[in-house]
C-alpha cells in the first residue's frame, strides 16, 4: 500500500512545517475573535480576514525566525 505523500507547493519552499502552522492557528485565532465581533459577517469577509492572518501569521514566522538565527 502507497503512503500519502502530499505535493510541495512554493510555502513548503519558504516555510518550515511548524511556522506554516504557526501561521494558520494565528490565523484561525484571529478569525474566531472577528467572528465572534461580527457575528452576523459574510462569507467573503471571513475570508478576506482569514486570509489576511494567514499572511500575518506568515510574517510573524519570518521575523521570529531572523531573530532565533
Do not use: H, N, W
Given at each position: 500500500m502507497d503512503s500519502y505523500k502530499p505535493i510541495p507547493d512554493e510555502a513548503d519552499s519558504i516555510y518550515s512545517r511548524y511556522e506554516q502552522m504557526m501561521a494558520f492557528a494565528w490565523a484561525q485565532a484571529h478569525l474566531?475573535?472577528?467572528?465572534?465581533?461580527h457575528p452576523n459577517c459574510t462569507l467573503a469577509?471571513?475570508?478576506?480576514?482569514?486570509?489576511?492572518?494567514?499572511?500575518?501569521?506568515l510574517g510573524l514566522a519570518l521575523e521570529l525566525r531572523k531573530r532565533n538565527r
Open positions: 474566531s475573535d472577528f467572528m465572534r465581533t469577509e471571513k475570508e478576506k480576514v482569514f486570509l489576511d492572518a494567514v499572511e500575518g501569521g
